[in-house]
């Protein structure tokens, strides 16, 4: 679902050595804060609502999908049934069509399952472009010299103190309910 991005990652690493190097005389300026995109997304009110609409759309690919199966698994069946009283050519037919059919069908699961990854990918994109500008107003206003996302920072420990993911879902969910109830 989230892909790491090395090069960004260790930008932001070498980001934070220099911000920390640089911030040896004024250490006590220095504020930073890290965020969770995912617990973001897991936990906001934004990733839920996508999760559901993927779901949605999951659940209608699948019962498209199996109703093709079905289709070809009666193909199938009737071909058996009718197999001892057909001509060779016209049994040859009814399984060349049999073979196009599961063509076709393999060939509709795999853009239905591009068209999933690429509405998953567009959504996710919107809610973390939101994220990382609600981030940004949020370092800001509270005075942060620096704001890592967890994963892409490449921290591999930092203290809680500084994890402000849940402040960061308490303000997303308050501006994505307003804007929910202004649309509705």
Do not use: W
């Amino acid at each position: 679902m989230f892909r790491r991005n090395h090069t960004g990652a260790c930008l932001l690493s070498m980001l934070l050595c220099l911000a920390l190097f640089a911030g040896t005389v004024h250490a006590e300026t220095l504020k930073i804060g890290i965020v969770d995109f995912r617990r973001v997304f897991d936990n906001s009110k934004a990733g839920a609502a996508v999760k559901q609409e993927l779901d949605v759309a999951g659940q209608e690919v699948q019962g498209e999908l199996q109703k093709r199966k079905e289709e070809i698994d009666e193909s199938r069946k009737n071909l058996e049934r009718e197999a001892m009283i057909m001509s060779q050519d016209a049994r040859a037919d009814r399984e060349r069509e049999i073979r196009i059919k599961i063509n076709d069908f393999k060939a509709l699961q795999q853009k239905y399952m591009e068209d999933l990854q690429e509405k998953q990918q567009k959504l996710i994109r919107q809610i973390e472009e939101e994220v990382f500008e609600l981030a940004e107003q949020l370092g800001k206003e509270m005075g942060f010299s620096l704001i890592l996302e967890q994963r892409a920072s490449a921290a591999l420990y930092f203290d809680p103190s500084l994890d402000i993911t849940d402040q960061l879902i308490q303000r997303y969910d308050k501006i994505s309910s307003q804007t929910t109830g202004k649309t509705e």
